[in-house]
């Protein structure tokens, strides 16, 4: 079964320290993986893609991610978070051999404390 | 470029009123439009998937006679939420595939559905 996971509901950093948001998914195809933030009240950006050509994806704002097959994870990464990143952060997957509609983690809500 | 607009942005409607969303691609072909709703502090669930000229394919338990979906032209698609109730009270947020593009969606702002 396709599915992904988000394996933490929220996610609190000072400003000024790393973030890490992890993702986990299943399929039995190549995923496309994607990250979108959304702020309150705001529709979908994304930050970044993978979509089978380099593992480490460098997105928008400084976030990256790694596409790890072994451990079927991609987790968001970003070095020094800033007071703008608080927001929702989903991670979607696309499924190659499907109708190519895409699939929500449950969102992780990122908060930075000053 | 890839810009979806949503009209309108938010909307208050009575009970058992119709309530009509739009969906549109600015600047590019959506040969594939899909619509989601967004519960409060709850992921995007896919409720339908759009295709320009046929009839719209439906999620399990989404009811195609409440959710009217029409995608008549290459850049519009629109959401009839018909006798709301106010448990459709949503975030419904669209987007649209760009044609020829592999998996990738880009998403409108959103509607705010309050039905009182």
């Known amino acids: 079964a396709q599915s992904v996971t988000q394996l933490d509901s929220h996610v609190s950093v000072s400003e000024g320290t790393p973030v890490l948001l992890r993702c986990n998914y299943s399929s039995s195809y190549s995923p496309s993986l994607f990250w979108y933030v959304q702020h309150p009240n705001k529709g979908l950006q994304l930050l970044l893609k993978?979509?089978?050509?380099?593992?480490l994806v460098k997105g928008i704002n400084g976030f990256e991610a790694e596409f790890k097959k072994s451990e079927t994870s991609f987790h968001l990464t970003k070095p020094s978070a800033h007071m703008s990143d608080a927001a929702e952060y989903f991670c979607v997957v696309s499924f190659s051999l499907s109708n190519n509609d895409m699939r929500f983690g449950a969102g992780t809500r990122l908060t930075v404390k000053p | 470029g890839a810009v979806v607009s949503q009209h309108p942005s938010w909307v208050i409607c009575k009970s058992g009123t119709s309530v009509k969303i739009e969906c549109r691609s600015l600047d590019f072909q959506a040969t594939t439009m899909f619509w989601y709703r967004q519960f409060p502090k709850q992921s995007l669930m896919l409720m339908a998937t759009s295709n320009e000229g046929s009839k719209a394919t439906y999620e399990q338990g989404v009811e195609k006679d409440k959710f009217l979906i029409n995608h008549a032209s290459l850049t519009l698609s629109t959401l009839t939420v018909t006798s709301a109730h106010p448990e459709d009270s949503s975030f419904y947020i669209c987007?649209?595939?760009?044609?020829?593009?592999?998996?990738?969606?880009?998403f409108g702002p959103g509607t705010r559905l309050t039905v009182l």
């Open positions: 993978y979509t089978s050509a380099a593992t």
């Open positions: 987007s649209a595939r760009v044609s020829g593009s592999y998996n990738e969606q880009f």
